[in-house]
């Protein structure tokens, strides 16, 4: 994976690039805060010519059939919402290091990111409300579940690397096919009770409005998180109920081929 150090796998660069794309997460979500909940865009049946699917179904198919024919989906981290009869990739691309088991691009939980997303997420972090922009709102979702996936899917080189570290250990649990102690295994709570602070911290230092305006030259920046443009308990939440435990989730199914 190039944006984890190319061929040369290590837990360091994988969890470095995890921790970059907690950058991407935030300002995705905090552009999708700047639209109210706007149901409609998510109403079945909405478009009579999108065969009775919701705008955002429509959206995303649409898009993901563009960015395949673009050349994505090639990499085991980036998996499409909608994999069923996408074009092939109009234009040569280059293959990327296989550092993963061949396995690796079945292993997908998209389905519950969706459903976490639309279900859970979109009402913690969104008014409720309409005001008319829906090709804007289901635009900006799509973003948010691009990159909550791809960091989601980077558990496939956080498990390898686990994997190759500790072969011993990992390779009886697998030929056991033991989730529940594989999860014990490659679950490390003190990072994660990291990644809750420092995701909370981004969310309030980005979501604040800088202004140049103070009566002493200063830059202004807001100081509560009402203030804030996407609240950072939300952001804490995501990462504490959906995105460690979905990633962890990927480690598992991922291990579970390994030796296949
Ligand atoms: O950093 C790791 O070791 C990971 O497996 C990633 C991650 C995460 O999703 O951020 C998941 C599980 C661990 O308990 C800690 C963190």
Redesign the pocket.
């Known amino acids: 994976m190039d944006a984890a150090g190319g061929e040369q796998l290590s837990?360091a660069a994988?969890?470095d690039a995890?921790v970059r794309l907690e950058d991407s997460v935030v300002f995705a979500l905090i552009e999708r805060a700047r639209h109210p909940r706007n149901a409609a865009a998510y109403a079945p049946g909405a478009g009579g010519g999108a065969g009775g699917r919701s705008l955002v179904e429509f959206f995303v198919r649409e898009a993901e059939a563009l960015n395949a024919k673009a050349g994505h989906y090639q990499k085991p981290e980036d998996v499409p919402f909608f994999p069923q009869d996408l074009p092939s990739p109009f234009f040569p691309t280059r293959s990327s290091p296989k550092v993963l088991h061949p396995l690796a691009s079945l292993v997908t939980v998209n389905d519950a990111i969706w459903k976490m997303y639309f279900d859970e997420l979109l009402p913690l972090f969104t008014v409720d409300g309409d005001d008319g922009s829906y090709a804007e709102t289901v635009a900006l979702d799509f973003a948010c579940l691009q990159v909550l996936s791809r960091r989601i899917h980077i558990?496939k080189y956080?498990a390898e690397v686990?994997f190759q570290d500790a072969p011993q250990d990992y390779s009886p649990l697998i030929q056991a096919k033991d989730s529940n102690s594989l999860m014990d295994l490659?679950?490390?709570?003190a990072?994660?009770e990291k990644?809750k602070k420092r995701v909370e911290k981004k969310a309030r230092t980005f979501g604040q409005d800088v202004t140049l305006e103070d009566n002493a030259g200063k830059p202004q920046v807001t100081s509560s998180d009402s203030e804030c443009k996407v609240d950072p308990t939300v952001v804490s939440k995501l990462?504490d109920q959906w995105?460690?435990p979905l990633?962890?989730d990927v480690?598992v199914e991922y291990l579970l081929c390994r030796l296949d």
């Not at 490659?186 to 709570?189: A, E, N, P």
């Open positions: 837990l994988v969890r995890l558990g956080v686990k490659l679950t490390f709570k990072v994660e990644v990462y995105v460690m990633t962890k480690e």
